[in-house]
């Protein structure tokens, strides 16, 4: 794991990759001091103050450690508790464990999953069909779990980033 600063250039750009593929609003909170930290090949984390957006490959995604207020700009499903603790080991998450659809989202689009009972963010996925679609359907696997509560971006996060 390598960690350095990010210059303003290059946030900027990695900023307006963000809106581009997310469609949510992100502002740079501060022009010094963004970090990115080097995971692995291909796996960056860049940390903009409150704001934790994660790399891997071509996949943007924000870290479960963003505001609250930053995270509700994306689609998200609510999963009933059986659901959670699947999810929470990385599992896919599957149409039974989905118990509501909040905003339109389409097929490869970052959305976040959230606990029916707490209302807390436990993981971000890929969706891997539309909303009407997913609403249909019966069985089967919604979105691949790209990001959630415990795993290696969370662990790190810890280390880089207080909670």
């Not at 990759?17 to 010094?32: F, G, S, T």
């Not at 960056?44 to 700009?73: S, Y």
């Not at 039974?96 to 707490?118: L, M, Q, R």
């Not at 436990?122 to 795993?151: C, P, Q, W």
Request: charged fraction near 35%; hydrophobic fraction near 40%.
């Amino acid at each position: 794991m390598r960690e350095s600063y990010i210059s303003k250039k290059d946030a900027k750009r990695l900023i307006e990759e963000v809106k581009e593929q997310l469609k949510i609003q992100i502002d740079v909170l501060k022009e010094k001091g963004n970090k990115v930290v080097e995971l692995e090949k291909n796996v960056q984390i860049f940390v903009f103050d409150r704001i934790v957006i994660i790399k891997n490959g071509d996949i943007l995604f924000p870290a479960l450690t963003c505001e609250e207020d930053f995270l509700a700009q994306l689609p998200y499903v609510k999963v009933d508790k059986e659901a959670i603790p699947h999810i929470c080991k990385g599992a896919k998450v599957m149409r039974p464990g989905i118990v509501y659809f909040g905003k339109e989202f389409e097929k490869d689009d970052v959305v976040c999953i959230k606990d029916v009972d707490h209302n807390k963010f436990i993981a971000v996925g890929k969706a891997l069909m539309r909303k009407t679609d997913a609403e249909n359907s019966v069985k089967g696997v919604i979105f691949n779990n790209l990001h959630y509560v415990g795993d290696k971006y969370w662990e790190t996060l810890k280390a880089i980033k207080p909670q």
